[in-house]
């Protein structure tokens, strides 16, 4: 099989294999985030869960940072894949009484994997696919990721009424013995390597370049906004609206819609992304987003903040798209390690510092504050005459 699959090597195959991979990673980390928050009715407990696969990459960006650059990127995503389809099939066989402390553990565990299928895929993209249409291509690779996770999350609760906690995991190592099969499809190319460097330097992620500091200030906003939205798909219905549990459920539904319809949108829209100042995509989600906290009317406000997330979806994958394109080679592994690291943990902050805002000073006047943090770091990373800049160097 894996021969087969040699044979028809293409770049093709990886939104595929991120879709299968989020989709299986999910559905596990959901029902046993559900399962916790059940068992201990602690909500905490049950966010501390869905957060968990995030920290190893944190923890160990340094590791991951040298990985990716010593290491073709191909035969990293065929060893993350194979080594959490192994640690899965182990899970498969512990103890009923032992099985959920082993599952967290693998979940933990596999998120270092997960992040480096991420970010190995990433550097696939970028050495086989030509200039021109790499940013299609990462925009149809998140695309993948995006749906695998929604996906993944909405048949969590399906799936777990009727399947016990080890038949959800033998659906995951099913998925994971796909994801294996299609890694042994990426293909191969020579890559540039960046010059030889101390230890500690390689050691640990830097980015010299302004323009790719900048343009990572800007990225990071969109951790900033999905820390405010996830505070929000709660507290504007209650608070602002004055409705229920009735209400949230409709708001998770169309907030869900939205930002699937943003990344389908940024296809068609490719041309625009690149031709319209970058600033333009940081600032025009705020226009809706002040507008449905302002209006405080239950239809007008579902579909202004629906368009806020739209829009919200297509600046995520603007400045993906750009991070990835504007990088040099030597720079990429350290870029894709941050992208990595850095926006898990800047959505874990934002939602505890935004949910304590909304606590202080309600939905409204929090919205105000994510409009201004927009502002003033949009203002202070102007891009444009370092880029022209770098430009002049590079030629």
Known sequence: MTSFLA????PHCIPVLLFVNAFGSFLVLVSLSTLVGSATGSGLLAAAVLSAPWL???LLAGPLNRVLARHAP????????????VLTAAALVAPQRALLAVTAALLLARGYFEAVTRSATALVLRDTVPARRLDRAN???EIGKLTGLSVGAALAGPAASVLSLRGLIAVNAATLVLSSLLAWALPSAPRQTA??????TAARPRVDDPVLRRLFARFLLVSFWQGFHTVAVTVVPVQLLGGGTRLVGVFVAVSSVALFTGSLAALPA??????VPSAVWALLPMAPLLAAVLVGRTVPTLVLYALFLVLFEVAY???NNRLLSTARAADLPSVV????TLLPAGVAVSILALGALCDLVGPVSTASVVAVVTVLVTASTGTAGLARRRRVQDA
């Not at 044979?7 to 293409?10: H, L």
């Not at 191909?74 to 389809?85: D, F, G, K, N, Q």
């Not at 010059?195 to 500690?200: E, S």
Request: charged share 20%; aromatic share 2%.
């Open 56 to 58: 190893p990459a944190l």
């Open 7 to 10: 044979g028809v090597r293409s």
């Open 337 to 340: 390690t941050l992208r990595a």
């Open 195 to 200: 010059p030889a460097d101390d230890a500690g």
């Open 317 to 319: 994958l603007h400045y």
């Open 74 to 85: 191909e035969r990293l995503v065929r060893l993350a894949e194979a080594t959490s389809l």
């Open 270 to 275: 490719q041309h625009c992304l690149t031709r």
């Open 139 to 141: 925009t149809v690779a």
